[in-house]
């Protein structure tokens, strides 16, 4: 059974930080990318940042100079480090792993995978 385990969610005023976690249960040398995508009120889920299996970073352009995606792959987990934030980044959070199909460490995956975590909400107050 795949895991993702979202944490680090909750309400903080405008001008704070927060730091979301994922970690997942793959094996990190299927992993090509890893990512965190968020969906607010009335609006449809939208891409924020994401990291490749080279480290390259890839960020929304709202949230460029505030927000940093980065991965331990000892611990098989993304973060994103949010600061500076806008009542406008209120939104549930969803972290999203992408990764190929086949054998790594003798665990076989069967297809391309595309796994989303529960969601994580974030407020943002005024």
Not at 17 to 29: K, Y
Not at 62 to 84: C, E, P, W
Not at 86 to 112: H, I, L, M, Q
Request: charged share 20%; aromatic share 10%; net charge positive.
């Amino acid at each position: 059974q795949v895991q993702l385990v979202e944490s680090g969610g909750g309400l903080v005023q405008a001008g704070g930080s927060l730091r979301l976690s994922c970690a997942t249960s793959r094996r990190m040398l299927s992993i090509n990318a890893m990512g965190w995508y968020r969906q607010g009120p009335g609006k449809q889920r939208e891409l924020v940042a994401t990291i490749t299996s080279t480290g390259s970073t890839n960020y929304a352009d709202s949230v460029k100079g505030r927000f940093t995606i980065s991965r331990d792959n000892a611990k098989n987990t993304v973060y994103l480090q949010m600061d500076s934030l806008k009542p406008e980044d209120t939104a549930v959070y969803y972290c999203n792993v992408k990764g190929s199909g086949g054998y790594y460490n003798a665990v076989y995956y069967p297809r391309d995978y595309d796994d989303w975590g529960q969601g994580t909400q974030v407020t943002v107050s005024s």
